[in-house]
Nanobody, 124 residues
Framework: QVQVEESGGGVVQAGGSVRLSCTVS????????MAWYRQTPDNGREWLAT????????WYADSVKGRSTIAKDNGSMITYLQLNPLKPEDTAMYYC?????????????????WGRGSQVTVSS
């Protein structure tokens, strides 16, 4: 069975950067998309970015477009999300998710496997 785990969060100053990692374990057979979401009590769950399994196509939400990079290491099956420059409103729990669906969608119901989250706190 597929397992997803995030890492790399922490307390970071505004204007700095963070690079989150998402590790997939188990059998990745059939996985098509990897995505990053974030969640806060005020805003709920927000889609941020998606990358296809081969790492050849990416999609970004307007909230992070221009200061976000999603990338994938196909050998290690690690999916990265880098944010810079960080803003205080980027403070959230960040989640990684994997989907077997063949088409892109920002809907979280689209994703079959979820990590437990990694907290990013942006200080100012």
């Amino acid at each position: 069975q597929v397992q997803v785990e995030e890492s790399g969060g922490g307390v970071v100053q505004a204007g700095g950067s963070v690079r989150l990692s998402c590790t997939v374990s188990g059998s990745p057979a059939g996985l098509r998309l990897m995505a990053w979401y974030r969640q806060t009590p005020d805003n709920g769950r927000e889609w941020l970015a998606t990358i296809n399994w081969g790492g050849t196509a990416t999609w970004y939400a307007d909230s992070v477009k221009g200061r976000s990079t999603i990338a994938k290491d196909n050998g290690s099956m690690i999916t990265y999300l880098q944010l810079n420059p960080l803003k205080p409103e980027d403070t959230a729990m960040y989640y990684c998710a994997a989907s077997r669906a063949p088409r892109f969608s920002p809907n979280p119901d689209h994703y079959n496997y979820w990590g437990r989250g990694s907290q990013v706190t942006v200080s100012s």
